[in-house]
């Protein structure tokens, strides 16, 4: 069974970092493009980035709304991946969801979220 | 960029009856790689279709997609009481920014 488990969520002020981590399990890890999805409360979905595999480089897109302050990172060998925020906005607040992403791109798998608040 | 748009924003039927869902895209959906997600309150996405019209594993044949180019649809064909949620649109190739549709609520 494909489980994705988010965690490293919680309060932080505006300016500061976190790191989201995100353990994966149930397949083969390293096979797969990962993304991140976050979700504003009360607000849609918003697609936040992917990391591709090694095959492809292990290359990175970014929403515009994050690029620059955010970067995602994987490590095949712990069936992990990353997600540091700098830089945080109070708009950053949101549920960070990670996905893997099927053969073509779409986001079969989600976890179960963490939330993240950016508040002082 | 692509941008998606979603209509109806909400969308008020009964179970039983047929639902149908659009979504517009800005500009031509590279080799109609479009999914659509189910999302109910306090709970993860859940994928439903993929590449506009493939079912995801599970789903049930209520359930199904169409479209080409800059319009889609999902159709729900028979609304259960679990259907009632809201559903997203994403585009997943092409662009490098992946982008979702506002979403429809569809409600009873």
């Known amino acids: 069974e494909v489980q994705l488990v988010e965690s490293g969520g919680g309060l932080v002020q505006p300016g500061g970092s976190l790191r989201l981590s995100c353990a994966a399990s149930g397949f083969t890890f390293s096979d797969h493009y990962m993304d991140w999805v976050r979700q504003a409360p009360g607000k849609g979905l918003e697609w936040v980035g992917r990391i591709r595999n090694e095959a492809s480089s292990y290359s990175t897109e970014y929403a515009a709304s994050v690029k620059d302050r955010f970067t995602i990172s994987r490590d095949d060998s712990k069936n992990s991946m990353y997600l540091q925020m700098n830089s945080l906005k109070t708009e950053d607040t949101a549920v960070y969801f990670c996905?893997?992403?099927?053969?073509?791109?779409?986001?079969?798998?989600w976890g179960q979220g963490a939330l993240v608040t950016v508040s002082s | 960029e692509i941008v998606l748009t979603q209509s109806p924003g909400t969308l008020s039927l009964s179970p039983g009856e047929r639902a149908t869902l659009s979504c517009r895209a800005s500009?031509?959906?590279?080799?109609?790689?479009l999914a659509w997600y189910q999302q109910k309150p306090g709970q993860a996405p859940r994928l439903l279709i993929f590449d506009t019209s493939r079912r995801a594993t599970g789903i049930p044949d209520r359930f199904s997609g169409s479209g080409s180019g800059t319009d889609f649809t999902l159709t729900i064909s028979r609304l259960e009481p679990e259907d009632f949620a809201v559903y997203y649109c994403?585009?997943?190739?092409?662009?490098?920014?992946?982008?979702f549709g506002p979403g429809t609520k569809v409600e009873i």
């Open positions: 996905g893997r992403a099927g053969w073509h791109g779409e986001v079969t798998n």
């Open positions: 500009q031509s959906v590279t080799s109609n790689f």
């Open positions: 994403q585009h997943y190739r092409g662009s490098p920014i992946f982008s």
